[in-house]
Each structure stands twice: as C-alpha cells, then as structure tokens.
C-alpha cells in the first residue's frame, strides 16, 4: 500500500518538477500559468467532482456523502477554532495570513488529483465534499479573516463556484440515477484527465517564482505549515476514526485534510492588503513539504481503514 502511495506522489512530483523546469526555461510565464488555472478551476476539476456522481443511487453511498460533508464541517470548525487560539502575532497582516494557511488546505489542485489515483471515482465522490465545505467556509469566514469586514462577504462568489455547481448537479445525477449520455461523458472525461496534469504543471511554476529558503528560515511560517500539514490532519484522522468513520472515506477525507496550503492564501493576502509575499512563499513551501508529509497520514488512514 505504501508502496502505491509514494509511486502516485512521486508522479505528481514529476509533473511538479515539469512545471519548475518549463518555468526556468521560460517556456511558461505568468499568462500561461493563470491560463492552465482557469483551464482545471473551470473545466477540469467540475468534470471530475461530475463525473465521480455518475452511479446507480445506494442508499449506503447517500448516507456516507452526508458523513463525509458533517465531517468536513466539522474538521473546517476545528481547524477554525485551533488556529484562532493558537496563532498569534503582533503584526495583524501576517497574524492573518498565517491564520488562512492553517486553516484552508489545496483540497482541489491537490488532493483530488491523489483521490483519483489512489482510491478512484469513489474517493473522488466523498472528497468532493471537502471541496463544497472548503468553498463554503473559504467565501464566509475566509474572507471575512482576511478582510477584517463582514462587508467583503460575496454569497454570490459562493453560488456561481464551478466546483460548487458541479456537486450539485451531480448530486441530482446521483439521487435520481439520471442517465448521463456518452455525448456529454466523453467530453467530461477527457477534461478530468487535465486535472492531474495542469495544477502540478502550474504548482511547479508558482515554485521556481518563489523564495522557499525565506519560508524555511520563518518560525511563524514553519509552525503554520507543521499545523495544516501534519497537527491537524492528524487529529482530524484521529477523531475521525474515534467517530468510526472508515473505509474509503476516511482515506479520502484524510488526503484532503492533510493537503498544503490553499493558493487562495495569496490571493486573498494580496486582495486585501495583508503580507502578500510571506504569502506566496508559505503556499510554495507548504507544496513541497507536503510531498513528505502526506504519503504517512496515508498510509496510517489506510491501515486504520
């Protein structure tokens, strides 16, 4: 098992180091990287979320989305609370940040790309989940922490996520076992193939832009990173399985919650005025350390699973 798990991580690694390269090379620039994220926020990742619906409905697999969605939640108000208590700093803009790159992990750039090659379209269909908790949460109390304004909260951000958009409707695919024709599955599935390659491609990018000695040498850029990487994946597996959560669910949910830190991190930092650049170089870092982190938190939910 172990063994898979490093061979899927050591794939996107490649990828990852594809897109380090093209950039060096100058082969990829700012542009095209935005482009290659528009590609996967828009088209790629909603065909995989879609797709991973299209199945007869069980009540079994009814019953285990609305688990994993309670437990996203749950483990999102966690991370929330935590993260609240612990972080402190004196400088509001990195108290902030550091705060956000705790709290919001790359539940979709990274985990389901592993979802999908780990556990398949059944992994894919309970960590759809985290991504519809994570939007949520991201577009509420994301930008009100980053913000410091109740004002800047956009519902209508929230409602017009592809992503969000495409578990809804997957889920009336599902509830009513509605026919999804081979017209529309082909296309869907030859785009979801885009959603392993073009984040990795694009995280190695971010990746040869960003100062990753700067993060190493910032105490309050380790702890953060230490705490959405490693603290806080592991309690959430372990309250998970307390809960008797297993399965396929448990490993699902625990490669989303043990993914580094959300890119929004720096969009957000930069669109409302906080420290943009311990930004970028906590979520660069984060995606390398990841690499390392990530393969034990699951191999351990397997074997609880």
């Not at 996967?40 to 909603?46: F, G, K």
């Not at 697999?61 to 996203?72: D, E, H, N, P």
């Amino acid at each position: 098992m172990f063994s898979n798990i490093l061979l899927q991580v050591g794939v996107l690694l490649i990828l990852i180091a594809l897109g380090f390269i093209l950039a060096k090379i100058k082969m990829i620039n700012e542009v095209g990287a935005q482009c290659f994220t528009d590609i996967v926020l828009y088209a790629a990742t909603p065909c995989v979320i879609f797709t991973s619906f299209i199945r007869p409905f069980e009540k079994s697999a009814a019953k285990g989305l609305l688990i994993s969605f309670s437990s996203a939640i749950a483990a999102h108000i966690l991370f929330i609370a935590l993260s609240l208590f612990i972080i402190r700093n004196k400088n509001i803009g990195r108290e902030r940040v550091l705060r956000f790159a705790a709290i919001f992990g790359n539940c979709g750039f990274m985990a389901l790309p592993l979802q999908q090659a780990i556990l398949g379209a059944k992994g894919v269909f309970y960590g759809s989940s985290v991504v519809a908790v994570f939007n949520i949460f991201v577009w509420s109390f994301g930008v009100y922490l980053m913000s410091g304004d109740r004002k800047h909260i956009k519902p209508k951000s929230l409602a017009v996520s592809p992503s969000i958009i495409a578990i809804v409707l997957g889920i009336v695919v599902f509830v009513f076992s509605l026919p999804v024709p081979d017209i529309l599955r082909k296309p869907m599935d030859f785009l979801a193939g885009l959603n392993t390659p073009l984040p990795m491609i694009v995280i190695g990018y971010h990746l040869a832009k960003s100062d990753i000695l700067k993060g190493l040498k910032d105490k309050g850029a380790i702890f953060a990173t230490s705490l959405r990487l490693i603290i806080f994946p592991a309690a959430a597996l372990f309250i998970m399985y307390l809960c008797n959560i297993r399965g396929t669910m448990l490993v699902s949910l625990t490669i989303a919650f043990s993914s580094p830190i959300a890119a929004m991190t720096a969009m957000f930092s930069a669109k409302y005025g906080n420290d943009t650049s311990l930004a970028a170089t906590i979520v660069s870092m984060s995606h390398i350390i990841s690499i390392i982190t990530m393969p034990p938190l699951i191999y351990l939910s397997q074997l609880l699973a």
